[in-house]
């Protein structure tokens, strides 16, 4: 997917404008996040639960190598296969591959951001083969040509009327010419279009939510059952996941799954959880012919062992963003590429860059609610603070906003100075602000008194003046 | 203020007041209730003359070095002090959880800075959590709503601690807003260095305000409090803003944030 991170103040103010995404925010913005506490709330060891994830977690990317290496030799052992893939365009044209040397015209893809994040529709349409998105958020982003704006809900920025509207447009042709209006009946129709969809496709694509070391199984959740359509109905099943999605064993799925729905929808688990361990057996009624798995890097192993390994815990609940304001206002599609909220300020200037990305980190009020839900405990206020840290070192930083800092910086540190300037400033700030007691407009404050007043501070001196006037005595003004 | 006298044989006496570089600059009464409050309680309160700031405009902009400096200043000012007290969460915080990761690399100044940090407390819950102040000698007349600031909230666990002090205040009466523990925008130079989406924040929180129906916004933070001021004030509300400590001193009488003096 073709970044528009560097033009986020740009998406910003687009995003601020639309009137249909601020409408389907103002619903997000309460429902996910009281689900999500109602859900906290009902099960007592919930937190400790949070713990015992983060732990399973760290445990398995301090032993990556090692958890990788048995989870292909279990792949292998069941007929399957494992490909690596260093980079985005190797795990394309390992999947493309693939596709190919079944005569794929068709894949049927389950939803998964790794195929976002290497760009992996764009790459099969040019190479002949349609790529068929199933989960019901993608179905509808794909018809509109759009990405997804939310990990877990793709199209949760549209409004009814829109996903209306598009559906009108691209049924008509197969015979549905009345605009619904039912979120029931619009659920229906693409089941039954999707249904026409699956029995064709050759190839089932799907993401994967854990892989299992110990059994060699890739782990789905979803709420729409169409990954289990996806990897039964095809020749071939392709699965595309990351390198930290790898978990020792089952049991600690276990644990995960009642991390991940509790906090992704406030359910107790998802719809469905599908296990896929290996290519139909000999006597399976059912599925695949062949099992792939793509294991793609595409850079997050060059952060093992810095302080920015966190990110790597991510579950990709979708908590951080459901309770980020900067997401609730702004909307997913403004950070400009894959991940979008607090994970996505965190993890895409690691993948696409820094120069790239620098705004995503920086868009922060660093208010911790994202900490305060994730359930493997990322601390994403303190990796996003990292990553300014990194933009500063490499002057990444904005030149006016390096040169206050550097004025401000130099007065901080000698106290007696400060005190001369800030006295300075507070009389002259009282003075011309007696009348109405604020500003609504003052030179070098734009940023500020475009949108709010600016509070004048009351006659008699800084505090510092007051306190030492009075001989460092209490007063009672 | 009453509290019991069993309690405060035993705790801090000899407190330090960090005022806040905004307190200094823009609302000056904050300090002064503080110290009221703290005296009230029993503490000998100082202000060491050769504080500033506590470094997070540096900190949050990702320059270390500038952070690393300033924190230094603030852990020599603050040496000995039983206890050194912030009428903010967001500077508490700051001294509380995040000077010790600046001096990883030095040992002794990581030392100092953790022995700093454990002395470190935001005022309403350095009160009651250590003091044990459960209630204030205060009388404030109107309908009040509490904003939780986040550092404060989410960094400090300030939360039911001012609404125990507020009950105790003759005449106030509590409304709360649907979400005030969401962020009112302000995040220091995020607020002008990403204007519209601060301005969408704080925004969605006056409106929060209005229908809390209170006539009356607290909080424990004043730059929180001069953004939703500000905000307030540029829509043309009627709500008054305050910071939480002038309430408790019983030193509501000033002009508030944002509002002309009037002649006494």
């Known amino acids: 997917m073709q970044s528009t991170a560097h033009d986020f103040k740009h998406n910003v103010g687009e995003a601020l404008a639309d009137a249909n995404l601020q409408d389907s925010l103002a619903k997000l913005k309460v429902g996910f996040s009281e689900r999500r506490r109602q859900a906290a709330e009902r099960l007592p060891e919930f937190e400790a639960l949070r713990d015992a994830a983060r732990d399973i977690k760290n445990h398995a990317l301090a032993n990556l190598d090692f958890y990788l290496e048995e989870f292909e030799r279990k792949v292998v052992a069941l007929g399957g296969h494992v490909h690596w893939a260093p980079t985005a365009a190797d795990a394309r044209r390992i999947i493309a591959d693939l596709c190919r040397s079944v005569g794929a015209k068709t894949v049927a893809k389950s939803k998964s951001m790794v195929s976002e994040e290497i760009a992996l529709n764009e790459h099969l349409e040019a190479l002949g083969i349609a790529p068929i998105e199933t989960d019901l958020g993608e179905y509808i982003i794909q018809l509109r040509h759009e990405p997804p704006s939310h990990i877990i809900a793709p199209a949760v920025h549209l409004t009814k009327d829109q996903v209306a509207d598009t559906f009108l447009e691209h049924h008509k042709a197969l015979g549905f010419s009345k605009r619904l209006t039912e979120r029931n009946d619009l659920v229906a129709e693409a089941r039954h279009v999707l249904r026409e969809k699956f029995l064709k496709a050759d190839v089932g694509l799907t993401g994967a939510n854990f892989l299992v070391a110990e059994t060699g199984s890739s782990m789905l959740v979803t709420n729409e059952g169409n990954a289990d359509l996806s990897n039964t109905m095809p020749r071939m099943h392709i699965v595309l996941a990351s390198i930290e999605k790898v978990i020792p064993t089952l049991e600690d799925a276990a644990v995960l799954l009642r991390v991940l729905a509790r906090s992704a929808t406030g359910q107790e688990s998802s719809s469905y959880t599908t296990l896929n361990t290996g290519p139909k057996r000999r006597d399976d009624l059912d599925g695949p012919s062949q099992y792939h798995v793509v294991i793609l890097d595409n850079g997050r192993s060059s952060v093992l062992g810095t302080k920015m390994q966190d990110m790597l815990r991510c579950i990709r609940c979708g908590a951080c963003m459901n309770h980020c304001p900067v997401y609730g206002a702004i909307g997913g599609h403004a950070y400009g590429w894959v991940y979008p909220g607090p994970i996505g300020a965190v993890l895409t200037p690691q993948l696409i860059g820094v120069e790239e990305a620098g705004n995503l980190p920086n868009a922060s009020t660093f208010c911790g609610r994202c900490e305060s839900v994730c359930p493997v405990r990322i601390p994403l206020p303190g990796l996003m603070r990292h990553w300014r840290e990194r933009e500063f070192e490499h002057h990444l930083t904005p030149r006016t906003v390096r040169q206050g800092l550097a004025i401000w910086g130099y007065a901080a540190r000698r106290p007696r100075l400060y005190r001369r300037l800030t006295g300075f400033a507070n009389r002259l700030l009282a003075l011309f602000g007696r009348a109405t007691g604020r500003y609504r407009a003052l030179p070098l404050a734009g940023a500020w008194t475009r949108f709010r007043d600016f509070p004048a501070p009351p006659s008699g001196g800084t505090f510092h003046a007051q306190w030492a006037r009075h001989g460092g005595a209490r007063t009672r003004p | 203020m009453s509290s019991s006298p069993s309690v405060s044989q035993t705790r801090p006496r000899r407190v330090a007041l960090f005022v806040t570089c905004l307190v200094d600059l823009f609302r000056p009464s904050v300090g002064f209730a503080a110290i009221k ?42 040496e000995g002090f039983e206890a050194v007290v912030a009428p903010s969460g967001s500077c508490g915080g700051m001294l509380a959880h995040h000077y010790p990761g600046l001096f990883d690399d030095d040992p002794a100044m990581k030392a100092r800075a953790e022995d700093l940090a454990r002395r470190s407390h935001e005022l309403v819950s350095f009160l009651v959590d250590v003091l044990g102040v459960n209630s204030v000698a205060a009388r404030f007349d109107g309908a009040v709503t509490y904003h ?117």
Do not use: W
């Not at chain 2, 709360?176 to 204007?195: S, W």
């Not at chain 2, 006056?206 to 229908?211: L, T, V």
């Open chain 2, 37 to 78: 409050l703290l005296e009230d309680a029993g503490c000998a309160v100082e202000v060491p003359p050769l504080q500033v700031c506590c470094g997070q405009p540096a900190y949050n902009s990702g320059d270390r070095a500038t952070t690393r400096a300033i924190a230094a200043q603030v852990i020599d000012a603050f």
């Open chain 2, 148 to 264: 939780d600031s986040c550092s404060g909230l989410r960094e400090l666990g300030v939360k039911q601690q001012p609404r125990r002090l507020l009950s105790s205040v003759k005449g106030l009466e509590l409304k709360e807003m649907a979400t005030p523990e969401v962020c009112c925008g302000f995040g220091g130079t995020f607020c002008v260095k990403y204007p519209e989406i601060s301005n969408a924040m704080v925004g969605e929180k006056s409106a929060d305000i209005a229908r809390s129906g209170a006539d009356t916004l607290l909080a424990g933070d004043l730059g929180c409090l001069m953004n939703m001021a500000g905000k307030l004030q540029r829509q043309g509300s009627p709500v008054r803003v305050r910071h939480v400590a002038e309430v408790l001193a019983d030193m509501a009488g000033l002009a508030a944030v944002g509002e002309p003096e009037t002649k006494r």
